[in-house]
């Protein structure tokens, strides 16, 4: 699995969503990376990952994840929150959690009603296999419709993500499932490690009620949830200075010191 390591400072694992790739983050690694060592993860059958065989399953991905990083703060976005979700519920070198515009399930039920319905996913996993480029294309400009066009961070971006190919097919499908499948609020209330929950206010995949509810039912202190305000299901795109500031000060203040200080949400 194709992991970039940047920077200098406390460790932070990026983790991607669904269909793209760790470039997606490239505005959070310019920001971020003179305070920061990041690890940029490809996924398994995305990006410069394409080739690597490893199941697209929560167990096999954080592991060997966990294998290759040292101990750090992990953020997954979308899909890639339930990666990071997982590793902190069972890994200890897991330092922090940051789930951004992410959700312990991503599907709707009558317990819980912040989520879309199943078929969207299945109607998102059909554009994807049909044009990946228009889907892409269309799915990143409802983030940065907003944004200003002369930012030099994102210039290029989108086309960058689209040239780098559809992933493969088997993880498109295997995507699909587990997002449809997986549900992992049943960790959330022993866990302990430090977490930030950033929802986009405008994100219409990932309801901000997902991270407020997913926070609340964490132990006391624990846990915290802000929306994004403008953000959409992508906020570090279109408000990257505001996620990456949010990202810096949850790790400067949550993190375990060499001192040996125990993490509590502030």
Known sequence: MHIAVSGSGPALVLIHGWALQGDVFAPLVERLSG????????????????????????????????AATPPAVWCGWSLGGLFAL????????????????????????????????????????????????????????????????ARADLRGLRQRLVDAGAPAPRVLEAGARLLQSADLRGVLPSLRTPSLWLPGHRDRLVPPAAAHA????????????????????????????????????????QVVTAAGRQPTMQ
């Not at 789930?99 to 969207?120: D, T």
């Open 35 to 66: 305070q920061l060592t990041l690890h940029v993860v490809d996924l398994p059958g995305h990006g410069r990952s394409r080739e690597d065989a490893t199941p697209l399953e929560c167990e096999s991905v954080v592991a060997a994840i966990a």
């Open 86 to 149: 997982h590793a902190a519920a069972t890994r200890p070198q897991v330092q922090g959690l940051v789930m951004l515009a992410s959700s312990p399930r991503f599907v709707r039920e009558e317990r819980w009603p912040h989520a879309v319905p199943a078929p969207v996913f299945a109607q998102f996993a059909n554009d994807l296999a049909d044009d990946f480029p228009a889907t892409v294309d269309r799915f990143l400009a409802l983030d940065l419709m907003n944004t200003d066009p």
């Open 214 to 253: 997913a926070a609340a039912v964490c132990p006391a202190g624990a846990a915290k949830a802000q929306t994004i305000a403008h953000g959409g299901h992508a906020p570090f795109l279109g408000q990257a200075d505001e996620v990456a500031a949010q990202l810096q000060h949850f790790i400067t203040a």
